[in-house]
């Protein structure tokens, strides 16, 4: 029968490695940056409060819907979401994630401005 032995391993280092000066962001870029991700974010939340939010159960309110036809719209984010098995199935398939994403949201973003422009069509 045969003994295994512990194996040497390599002790950590008492200091942590040093860093150069330019691997770090300066104060400019980390604020450019937290502008950009707070513009980043506003944008899609100023969407969702329009499109999910009382303004859209006002304008249905306006149109006449009724509780049923409520119901359906406020379901369609959940929906959405089913999709989303989907969709990675097509981007694993096809291999172009951001095409496949500028695509769905075009069609999604359309069909909301299609329903923005319904009171003026007719």
């Known amino acids: 029968m045969t003994t295994l032995e512990p194996v040497p391993t390599e002790q950590p280092s008492e200091q942590p490695p040093e860093q150069s000066s330019s691997s770090f962001p300066s104060s400019e870029q980390i604020h450019r940056t937290m502008r950009f991700s707070t513009l980043e974010g506003s944008i899609p939340q100023i969407f969702i409060n329009w ?3 009382s303004v859209l159960t006002g ?4 149109y ?10 406020a379901s369609v984010p959940l929906l959405a979401q089913s999709a989303s098995p989907f969709a990675a199935y097509l981007a694993g398939i096809f291999g172009r994630r951001k095409r496949l994403m500028i695509l769905f949201a075009l069609i999604g973003r ?11 069509l007719g």
């Open 51 to 53: 499109t999910t939010g």
């Open 59 to 62: 304008l249905m309110l306006h």
């Open 64 to 73: 006449g819907a009724t509780a049923f036809e409520l119901a359906m719209v």
């Open 110 to 120: 359309g069909c909301w401005i299609l329903a923005a422009l319904l009171p003026w």
